[in-house]
């Protein structure tokens, strides 16, 4: 079992920068590739990011390249996004994810197997 547990969500304007956090407890979280997912009302939650166990490779939906970066610590046991020019197409609930250890990184929903409760990011225009 790996525990997750977000942080870093709130209410900016259009142009700002956030920085979220994502805790990991129990399980094999250094083997695991983690992924950032958002879902805002009325929506599907969609990919947003992702990176294999290493950290060594990232992926991104196309919406956030150039603007997001994923990262990870092992040792803290922590991932990140960074979230920069911040638009209010970017408002949602922002979850943190695992899935089980493999190599690569991993895109899809269902291939995720721990989440986090989800943090609100609100972007005012």
């Known amino acids: 079992q790996v525990q997750l547990v977000e942080s870093g969500g709130g209410l900016v304007q259009a142009g700002d920068s956030l920085r979220l956090a994502c805790a990991a407890s129990g399980g094999s979280f250094s083997y695991s590739p983690m992924g950032w997912f958002r879902q805002a009302p009325g929506n599907e939650r969609d990919f947003v990011a992702g990176?294999?166990?290493?950290?060594?490779?990232?992926d991104y939906a196309d919406s956030v390249k150039g603007r997001f970066t994923i990262s990870r610590d092992n040792a803290e046991k922590m991932v990140y996004l960074q979230m920069n020019s911040l638009n209010p197409d970017d408002t949602a609930v922002y979850y943190c994810?695992?899935?089980?250890?493999?190599?690569?990184?991993?895109?899809?929903?269902?291939?995720?197997?721990?989440w986090g409760q989800g943090t609100q990011v609100t972007v005012a225009s």
């Open positions: 994810a695992a899935a089980a250890p493999r190599g690569g990184v991993v895109l899809g929903l269902d291939e995720y197997r721990y």
């Open positions: 990176i294999n166990w290493n950290g060594g490779r990232t």
